[in-house]
């Protein structure tokens, strides 16, 4: 199986994220084996793969919650290496969302999404919260700012951690399997959410195992196996026409059960 | 509990332990008595034991006995009637839930009662009725002996509340009380549910904590008072200070620990310089105005030095047990091998040229002694240890080895794990009897106080930093990657994300360390500090209240168990309080 090179030709300015050869080595076990990828600005990529392909790992890598150890990755022209400066300035303008939403359960709502950009992008606290209404209002929840986030539904909750990355004016947003801890009929309000996003042209990462998602939202598709990708396509050819064996089984045990 | 009464068609849901309105007797028996071969030989044998002390006492003290067994009596069959009837009122109901709630709690309750019926009658004998209680009547010639002398409690204030201190720095102990006590409402009303919400609830809480952060000093003032000697400004103290503190945020910086920015680094470098200036103003009015002359830590006794203790030892050690949890936790780069084995092989070689062989030449002469280790030891054993400079080498790998160079990582869990090693007494010991070597030679030494605080601060704290670490483990993952993911600074993390979670869960165990702190603070009298095991040991020793030892610990008893009720009551209310974002 070799991984599919993007080609070492020169970037674009409008690449907001260039990966080039990444590995990543938990111990003994290598996770990502040589991962090329690059992301335009305003593209949509939904990254989709079985368990333990290294797809949160890869997404994971692009924020510096895991370090990888060879390779680089380049997120809006500045590299992330050991400089503690760098990571931080790339955290700035990368927003994520967990698939345990990571709220933080002793802040309300309003403190939560207001805690960055007050103590990060060193905002005064009305703008802050303006900005922040905003985004609650955008995502369907403005009610709920003064409560704690144990008061919330699961939707809700996830909501509130997508408003809170969003306050931050990321450029790049990074989605870690968003609805993989919801109930069922909550899955949808944070979809729609997700949806709005890609319209309004944000650039957005998302690992998912929602299909219909997938189909309708992304760009290209990126499969991966085995800490390498297998193939990168657009939805239509992934889906109906794609090339490689793995990606026909894997399609063949979701789509048929 | 209330839904006993509520019966439905149904057959009765017969719960372990519960009583009916349709009393079952098999299922009563089986609950109670036959449910196992155990439970029954557990039963018989306490009907026993309850009986033969019932019997035994009805003997000995029959009046007593007999109105111990008549309540019981009347509270047990008023139970059977409230639960039988379901006549229950409040008293019978709380009496079900507490005393008579199965067989076994039914006996036991009045075997215990017995006992406790022997033991306080005994006590409330020599306590009240025998007891005197006047401070004239503790003289051994004139002493009651089969009853407490309660006076000398009053006789010996003195030395149980302030030790050896002068009756002349009365006024500032009490001022210095009255301070603390005024700390202790302003908390406790600006955390009331009623007026934290409100504005002047919030202002009062933040006197009272910032006064509390300074309370340290605030006591350091009343208590020790402040020496002044000219010049004004010491300009040694000053740089040094400034030096080391610039120091410590250059390696936080470099470590990557913090971030700088021009304000950020302004405020670091004029930290030392304005609260030396600072104290060196107050020192300089208080001078002149003779009003807090220098008093000797060394004098301080009685409850006022335990006390002193608590809170000294308490507050320090605190903070350096988060930075040693923190510490301990630390994930930053390691010092390189590259760069640490040359300057170990270059320490390893000076040391063998210099002090296993003498050699001086070249060496300034105060960092050798001239001695030749190898050539004049005289056995096997000498010789060995003659190579100490071969330990460089051994710590340098084993260094590298288990700590990839962290030296941050390192250091603390050293700290930690030797202190932890040790004992209480042992460190106490060390502390004033090794403290002159670790200080210049022309200094006039530590005074036994400061050493004790010393060795006292680093034996909490260790503790602390192990319980703090416990609080760090239980935060989920997810609350770091968070905080990372929005680019927080790690401080901004500790601070506003991490701690705020760590401290609520550890809200408990670290009560558990301020009571062990104050409690264990009685060891220092075994290392000569007059503390109130101290002075309590003195007193009995003085001819006028010779013996008296009882009444004292006795009273000793009383105010160490208020003290420790006192702070768990206030954890528990804090526990309360700090839980109600987490739903």
């Not at chain 2, 009045?110 to 409330?124: E, F, P, Q, R």
């Not at chain 2, 001078?287 to 807090?292: D, L, T, V």
Request: charged letters at 15%.
């Amino acid at each position: 199986m070799t991984a599919i090179m993007d080609g070492p030709e020169a970037t674009k300015v409008s690449d907001v994220i260039v990966c080039r050869d990444v590995h990543k080595w938990y111990g003994d076990f290598e996770a990502l084996k040589g991962v090329n990828l690059t992301v335009e600005a305003g593209e949509v990529v939904v990254i989709l793969g079985p368990s333990g392909s290294g797809k949160s790992t890869f997404i994971r890598c692009m924020n510096r919650l895991e370090e990888h150890q060879e390779g680089r990755i380049i997120i809006d022209g500045i590299e992330l290496t050991h400089d503690v400066r760098n990571i931080s300035e790339i955290r700035r303008e990368v927003g994520m969302v967990f698939q345990q939403f990571n709220l933080f359960p002793h802040l309300t709502v309003m403190d939560n999404i207001t805690l960055a950009p007050i103590n990060v992008r060193k905002w005064s606290r009305d703008r802050a919260e303006e900005l922040a209404m905003k985004w609650l209002t955008r995502v369907g929840i403005p009610e709920q700012a003064d409560k704690y986030p144990g008061q919330l539904s699961g939707g809700q909750q996830q909501r509130v951690a997508i408003a809170r990355a969003l306050t931050m004016q990321p450029k790049i947003l990074l989605f870690d399997e968003p609805t993989s801890a919801l109930d069922p009929e909550m899955i949808s309000e944070v979809l729609d959410v997700m949806r709005d996003l890609a319209k309004a042209g944000y650039t957005i990462v998302a690992v998912t195992h929602e299909m219909g998602f997938a189909r309708e939202v992304a760009q290209r598709i990126i499969f991966m196996d085995g800490g390498q990708i297998v193939e990168i396509n657009s939805p239509d050819d992934f889906f109906n026409n794609p090339t490689h064996e793995r990606t026909k089984l894997f399609l063949s045990q979701i789509l048929n059960h | 509990m209330a839904s006993i009464s509520t019966t439905t068609n149904k057959p009765p849901v017969q719960k372990r332990g519960t009583f009916s309105k349709r009393f079952n007797a098999t299922y009563f028996l089986q609950d109670n008595i036959t449910g196992s071969r155990g439970q029954l030989i557990w039963v018989i044998i306490l009907t026993i034991l309850t009986l033969g002390v019932l019997v035994q006492q009805l003997g000995n003290a029959p009046s007593r006995a007999w109105i111990i067994f008549g309540i019981w009596a009347v509270g047990v069959i008023g139970t059977v009637v409230g639960e039988l009837f379901t006549l229950h009122i409040g008293a019978t109901r709380w009496l079900k839930e507490n005393m008579f709630n199965n067989v076994t709690n039914v006996l036991v309750t009045l075997l215990l009662a017995l006992l406790l019926g022997i033991v306080c009658s005994g006590l409330w004998r020599w306590g009240v009725v025998n007891a005197t209680f006047s401070p004239e009547l503790t003289h051994p010639d004139v002493r009651t002996f089969d009853g407490a002398s309660w006076g000398v409690l009053w006789g010996a204030r003195k030395l149980l509340l302030t030790g050896l201190l002068g009756p002349e720095h009365n006024s500032r102990v009490i001022g210095w009380t009255l301070t603390i006590l005024a700390l202790w409402l302003m908390s406790f009303i600006g955390t009331r549910d009623s007026t934290r919400e409100t504005t002047a609830g919030t202002f009062i809480r933040r006197v009272a904590n910032t006064g509390w952060i300074l309370s340290p000093f605030i006591s350091y003032i009343f208590l020790a008072g402040l020496d002044y000697e000219a010049p004004f400004v010491d300009f040694r103290t000053l740089i040094v200070g400034t030096a080391i503190v610039t120091a410590i945020m250059g390696i936080l910086w470099f470590f990557k620990v913090i971030q700088l920015n021009p304000v950020s680094t302004a405020a670091w470098v004029l930290a030392w310089p304005l609260s030396y200036l600072l104290w060196r103003t107050i020192a300089y009015v208080s001078f002149n105005a003779e009003i807090f002359s220098p008093i000797d830590p060394d004098k301080w006794g009685g409850l006022l030095l335990t006390v002193i203790f608590a809170i000294f030892v308490n507050i320090l050690s605190f903070p350096i047990g988060i930075l040693l949890a923190l510490g301990r936790r630390a994930d930053v780069q390691g010092i390189p091998w590259w760069l640490l084995w040359p300057v170990a092989i270059l320490l390893t070689a000076w040391g063998l040229y210099t002090s296993t062989f003498g050699n001086c030449i070249g060496t300034p002469s105060f960092l050798c002694e001239n001695v030749n280790l190898w050539a004049t030891s005289r056995n096997g054993i000498e010789r060995v240890i003659s190579l100490w400079p071969l330990l460089i080498p051994l710590a340098t790998w084993s260094f590298l080895r288990s700590f990839n160079g962290n030296f941050l990582q390192a250091f603390s869990v050293l700290f930690i794990e030797i202190i932890r090693g040790v004992p209480l007494i042992t460190l106490l010991f060390m502390a004033i009897i090794m403290a002159p070597f670790f200080l210049p030679e022309d200094s006039q030494g530590l005074s036994n106080f400061w050493a004790v605080i010393v060795g006292y601060t680093i034996f909490t704290s260790s503790y602390m930093a192990e319980l703090v670490r416990g609080g760090l483990q239980a935060i989920p993952n997810g609350q770091y990657e968070a905080a990372d993911a929005l680019g927080i600074n790690t401080l901004q993390k500790y601070r506003f994300i991490i701690l705020p979670q760590a401290l609520r869960i550890l809200i408990p165990p670290l009560a558990g360390a301020v009571i062990g702190t104050f409690k264990s603070s009685s060891l220092v009298a075994l290392v000569g500090m007059i503390d109130l095991v101290g002075s309590t040991k003195a007193i009995i020793a003085n001819s006028q209240w010779l013996g008296l030892r009882t009444e004292l610990y006795v009273f000793m008893f009383v105010l160490y168990f208020l003290v420790s009720s006192v702070v768990s009551w206030y954890s528990r209310r804090l526990e309360d309080q700090s839980g109600l974002g987490v739903r």
